[in-house]
């Protein structure tokens, strides 16, 4: 199988040359210009679009049995939307519970990706409690090849942790030099404003921002900075979505905590006001950290050109609006999520022009950061030689508009309804085989691989 992208403008973190990709048994093996190559190479002309490595979402959920339901997608129907859409690998959170074995969900979670996956993934490992199997537990599923973990400071009682269950795997990710990713909310101070709340009957959806205010994001990350300081391990604050919550990260990467930051699609694109609809159409925007009031879309974005926020996910999480209704009678039971996985790259792509962020910054925060910070890097996150032929031949030309009726995600509604993108990818490829063409699905189901990572956060 070899494959020759021809001529396009190839974009990768401090370089912009316009050449050929050569790609063979999956890898690169020749980049230049005018490339004589054998007869029987499938041979795509990309004059006049750009080149980019595979797109990586780093925070995803898929398979989630979540506040009395299951997201709706599936590893096929998730892989095949994040291919459509430039996402060649994604990061899901393996996230059993307080209750589950660590160990047997990861193998559940793995279990259900495999064999199912049209893109390549890994996964982020849930530490929701620290008791006497947890060590060794987690020292094998590092073994496996998965080296980061996940805590939440928030959902007490079902996926959070407590300050000395965060200090134990802090202590451990030191020594094993995994970094560990955090929800940072305030668990106790969510549940205290959540009952206050539905006590004095707000239980309308426009109430959830109020039960979980950014001063409860602001005091989550500040403690995870320092809990990171004082164990020496490295962090990453998942999902930052405010002002408050950035500056606490930013005094602490200034003192020198290992810390990096991410933003989700959700925070940069989509406000408060959103939630504040009536109704289901306001609790299709429930998500936490909740959507916040809008002056936080442009905080956010500066500091993403900046460099000050490291990479851009998604937080997919689909819940059809049967599902989100659960939560009529109160704010507290609406399902948490907003699916993106799809239209992440578009729409950063798109918003990133208008804002006049340079391409260099794009890559870096929708693929290359992510691949340096989890231990993919430079198999994926790049376009080098002996790298995984991941590329994204991208169509700047193409105008279309988001929408519930062409997505490929398994719901019924799209939190981003109706945005323009001026973009979108032409061909998409997984180690050197096409899987989509112009919004279309055309490769082989099931073809994505576990990608076992070691850890380098030492
Ligand atoms: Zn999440």
Same mark, same amino acid.
């Given at each position: 199988m070899a494959l020759l992208i021809r001529n396009g403008e190839i974009v990768t973190v401090g370089s912009r040359v316009q050449a050929d990709v050569y790609a063979e048994n999956e890898t690169v093996t020749t980049i230049g210009k005018n490339l004589v190559?054998?007869?029987?190479? +499938?041979?795509?002309?990309?004059? !006049?679009?750009?080149?980019?490595? !595979?797109?990586?979402?780093?925070?995803?959920?898929? *398979? #989630?049995?979540?506040? $009395? @339901? *299951?997201a709706k997608d599936t590893h096929e129907t998730a892989s095949i939307a994040a291919l459509i859409g430039g996402t060649t690998t994604y990061i899901e959170m393996c996230c059993p519970n307080r209750n589950d074995d660590a160990l047997a969900g990861y193998q559940l979670w793995k279990s259900k990706a495999s064999g199912n996956s049209a893109c390549d993934y890994a996964f982020h490992m849930s530490v929701t409690k620290f008791v006497r +199997? @947890?060590? /060794?537990?987690?020292?094998e599923i590092v073994a496996d090849g998965t080296s980061s973990f996940k805590i939440f400071l928030a959902y007490k009682n079902f996926f959070g942790v407590d300050d000395g269950e965060m200090y134990q795997t802090l202590a451990?990710?030191?020594?094993?030099?995994?970094?560990? @990713?955090?929800?940072? +909310?305030?668990?106790?101070?969510? $549940?205290r404003l959540q009952e206050q709340l539905v006590a004095e009957g707000k239980t309308g959806p426009e109430w959830h921002e109020p039960s979980r205010p950014e001063s409860v994001e602001a005091e989550g990350t500040g403690r995870f900075a320092a809990f990171l300081e004082n164990t020496g391990a490295a962090g990453y604050v998942v999902h930052l979505s405010c002002q408050k919550a950035l500056n606490a990260a930013l005094a602490a990467k200034q003192r020198g905590v290992r810390l990096s930051v991410e933003?989700?699609?959700?925070?940069l694109l989509l406000d408060k /006001?959103? $939630? +504040?609809?009536? !109704?289901?159409?306001?609790? &299709? *925007?429930?998500? /936490?950290?909740?959507?916040?009031? =809008?002056h936080n879309n442009e905080t956010l974005w500066s500091a993403l050109a900046l460099g000050f926020v490291d990479t851009v996910g998604t937080d997919h999480c689909p819940f059809d609006i049967d599902q989100k209704l659960l939560g009529k009678e109160s704010f507290v039971s609406i399902?948490? !999520?907003?699916?993106?996985?799809?239209?992440?790259?578009? #729409?950063? *792509? @798109?918003?990133? &022009?208008? =804002?006049?962020?340079? #391409?260099?910054?794009?890559?870096?925060? $929708? /693929?290359?950061?992510?691949?340096k910070l989890f231990g993919l890097f430079p198999r994926k996150g790049t376009i080098a030689i002996g790298s995984d032929a991941d590329l994204v031949v991208f169509d700047t030309s193409y105008r279309g508009t988001v929408s519930v009726k062409t997505q490929h995600v398994n719901n019924d509604y799209n939190g981003f309804e109706g945005m323009t993108i001026e973009g979108r990818p032409s061909l998409v490829t997984v180690r050197g085989k096409v899987q989509a063409r112009d919004g279309k699905f055309v490769g082989e189901r099931g073809r994505g691989?576990?990608? =076992?990572r070691e850890p380098t956060h030492f």
């Open positions: 190559v054998p007869p029987g190479t +499938e041979i795509v002309d990309a004059t !006049g679009q750009l080149v980019f490595p !595979g797109f990586i979402d780093p925070h995803v959920h898929i *398979y #989630l049995p979540f506040m $009395a @339901t *299951y +199997e @947890t060590e /060794s537990q987690l020292r451990l990710a030191r020594r094993l030099g995994v970094i560990v @990713t955090a929800h940072c +909310e305030n668990a106790e101070l969510v $549940a933003v989700v699609l959700p925070h /006001s959103f $939630a +504040e609809r009536p !109704g289901v159409e306001g609790m &299709k *925007y429930v998500m /936490s950290p909740p959507l916040r009031a =809008k399902p948490n !999520g907003i699916p993106g996985i799809e239209d992440r790259v578009n #729409l950063l *792509y @798109t918003m990133g &022009k208008q =804002k006049r962020i340079d #391409l260099d910054r794009f890559v870096d925060f $929708a /693929s290359t950061r992510a691949a691989c576990f990608l =076992k």
